[in-house]
């Protein structure tokens, strides 16, 4: 059985073109890491500071957080590939827009965020 790990992911939300532009982070993290690089994400701007100390009270509600047209996750995967997870749990959250009559789809992944 592969060893399940965590990862992060910021996804940039865009309503005029109907996609979600996701950002991965490099796997192979426990929760604590994956939630500490989230966390250094959310400190580096001034105007998410509400967003941060939601994030750093573990007060996220599922381990995600949004402002404005962005939002901010952890989420586990097994084996040594992070994305086919991140992909998954993007399609889980595109099916609950589609039923909330929200119309976005998945970008390509991209880019790859590395917090050191």
């Known amino acids: 059985?592969?060893?399940?790990?965590?990862?992060?992911?910021?996804?940039?939300?865009?309503?005029?073109?109907?996609?979600?532009?996701?950002?991965?982070?490099?796997?192979?993290?426990?929760?604590?890491?994956?939630?500490?690089k989230v966390q250094s994400i959310l400190d580096e701007l001034p105007t998410l500071a509400p967003i941060a100390e939601v994030w750093r009270r573990d007060q996220a509600k599922d381990d995600t957080v949004f402002c404005n047209q962005r939002m901010w996750t952890v989420y586990t995967y097994a084996g040594t590939d992070p994305l086919p997870a991140a992909l998954q749990w993007l399609e889980d959250f595109t099916q609950a827009l589609h039923t909330a009559g929200i119309d976005l789809h998945v970008a390509p992944p991209a880019l790859t965020l590395d917090t050191a």
Request: hydrophobic share 45%; aromatic share 8%; proline share 6%.
């Open 1 to 36: 059985m592969p060893e399940t790990a965590w990862n992060f992911m910021q996804v940039e939300i865009a309503m005029e073109d109907h996609l979600l532009r996701p950002m991965y982070g490099l796997g192979g993290l426990t929760r604590d890491q994956a939630r500490a």
